[in-house]
T-cell receptor, first 118, second 113 residues
């Protein structure tokens, strides 16, 4: 597709269950980011992948959170033993190159996966 | 303390009116500053980007300004439309590595008929 694709768009789960969220970035984009957005709040950085480099996991809130990026393309964010405070919208973004470059590096966001933990 | 502060937190204006959103940052040095628009239930979309050497950048009815000396940016919306109702997020990028971005909490704009 032309844009960043995320699935599922909505996920309702019970406390203690594991969930997987998927992100399919724009083809050719080497950088991929996961963010979390709680209701009415700003974006919280979770994890960043750049090419074949080791991911920057500094934003993951606990060891229940993990993410993979296979073949430099699709990424999966996994939340184990979900808690109610995990309820949020999880946004994925990709960039043609590192987004801090002076020449631009625009982030292209998906529509997000809304997670509700009951 | 967040390195990017946006004000106001929320704003309500009438259709056709102008408004200005503020972004103050302490990130230094920085490589660029972007304004994103996030419609309800959607992902953010980039409106403008400015490097430290640029003072103003326009995108249709949106005009962003930057004062690198005072570390302030503003987003001015002219002749607002109902479709401008959204959250506007200021993002400042530092040149340290490819992931050194600081996000503001956003300003929630509501345009009423």
């Amino acid at each position: 597709g032309a844009g960043v694709s995320q699935s599922p768009s909505n996920k309702v789960t019970e406390k203690g269950k594991d969930v997987e969220l998927r992100c399919d970035p724009i083809s050719g984009h080497t950088a991929l980011y996961w963010y979390r957005q709680s209701l009415g709040q700003g974006l919280e950085f979770l994890i960043y992948f750049q090419g074949n480099s080791a991911p920057d996991k500094s934003g993951l809130p606990s060891d229940r959170f993990s993410a993979e990026r296979t073949g430099g393309s699709v990424s999966t964010l996994t939340i184990q033993r979900t808690q109610q405070e995990d309820s949020a919208v999880y946004l994925c973004a990709s960039s043609r190159r590192g987004a801090t470059r002076a020449e631009g590096g625009e982030l292209f966001f998906g529509e997000g996966s809304r997670l509700t933990v009951l | 303390k967040n390195q990017v502060e946006q004000s106001p937190q929320s704003l309500i204006i009438l259709e056709g009116k102008n408004c200005t959103l503020q972004c103050n940052y302490t990130v230094s040095p920085f490589s660029n500053l972007r304004w994103y628009k996030q419609d309800t239930g959607r992902g953010p979309v980039s409106l403008t980007i400015m490097t430290f050497s640029e003072n103003t950048k326009s995108n249709g009815r949106y005009t962003a300004t930057l004062d690198a000396d005072t570390k302030q940016s503003s987003l001015h919306i002219t002749a607002s439309q109902l479709s401008d109702s959204a959250s506007y997020i200021c993002v400042v990028s530092a040149p340290y590595n490819n992931n050194d971005m600081r996000f503001g909490a956003g300003t929630r704009l509501t345009v009423k008929p």
